[in-house]
T-cell receptor, first 113, second 114 residues
Framework: DAGVTQSPTHLIKTRGQQVTLRCSPK?????VSWYQQALGQGPQFIFQ???????QRGNFPDRFSGHQFPNYSSELNVNALLLGDSALYLC????????????FGDGTRLSIL | GNSVTQMEGPVTLSEEAFLTINCTYT??????LFWYVQYPGEGLQLLLK?????DKGSNKGFEATYRKETTSFHLEKGSVQVSDSAVYFC?????????????FGAGTRLFVKA
């Protein structure tokens, strides 16, 4: 049973560029959340997708956008990259509901030069 | 807004010592509470959870009780092992408009010496 898979593993971009990160949820899960984790910090909630719609959003600018597809997979897009966007981006999947545990992928390490 | 505060690390203990990692939260609603763990070289994984006041979550010898009166969810283990060395994250999940938002603490790194 495959868990949460993310691609790519690592990515290097320059300021001003755009990036797309991808996530396939654990089999049977219908809800996907995205997080940004800076070194030595806890994950910061970006947004959550369910039924192909953004359901909740954290304190991130509109440069961060996402999408969920009918097969529940998801993308995170970041436009106009800034140096401060360098971080580990984590995808987590779950069943719908606040008391459901989340299963995390290994993340995409994004470096901005 | 909602927030989670954990005790700062690193915490260094000898094997078989008692462990407590403090976690307090602020929330406007009635959140579910979680502890996640990240072992060296591995991804985040759920350790335990509690969904309402006075619930006790437990797993692998770890326990935490949802205390609404003190807004706390402290993690405890009676006898730690070297294999417990990891980073531990306290988190809450609360309902907002349309869905749930999960807030994590900054994490507490635990080192256990043989």
């Amino acid at each position: 049973d495959a868990g949460v898979t993310q691609s790519p593993t690592h990515l290097i971009k320059t300021r001003g560029q755009q990036v797309t990160l991808r996530c396939s949820p654990k089999s049977g899960h219908d809800t996907v959340s995205w997080y940004q984790q800076a070194l030595g910090q806890g994950p910061q909630f970006i947004f959550q997708y369910y039924e192909e719609e953004e359901r909740q959003r954290g304190n991130f600018p509109d440069r961060f956008s996402g999408h969920q597809f009918p097969n529940y997979s998801s993308e995170l897009n970041v436009n106009a990259l800034l140096l401060g966007d360098s971080a580990l981006y984590l995808c987590a999947s779950s069943l719908k509901g606040g008391n459901q545990p989340q299963h995390f992928g290994d993340g995409t390490r994004l470096s901005i030069l | 807004g909602n927030s989670v505060t954990q005790m700062e690390g690193p915490v260094t203990l000898s094997e078989e010592a008692f462990l407590t990692i403090n976690c307090t939260y602020t929330a406007t609603g009635y959140p579910s509470l979680f502890w996640y763990v990240q072992y060296p070289g591995e991804g985040l994984q759920l350790l335990l959870k509690a969904t309402k006041a006075d619930d006790k979550g437990s797993n692998k010898g770890f326990e935490a009780t949802y205390r609404k009166e003190t807004t706390s969810f402290h993690l405890e283990k009676g006898s730690v092992q070297v294999s417990d060395s990891a980073v531990y994250f306290c988190a809450l999940s609360d309902r907002g408009t349309g869905g749930f938002k999960t807030i994590f603490g900054a994490g507490t790194r635990l080192f256990v010496k043989a």
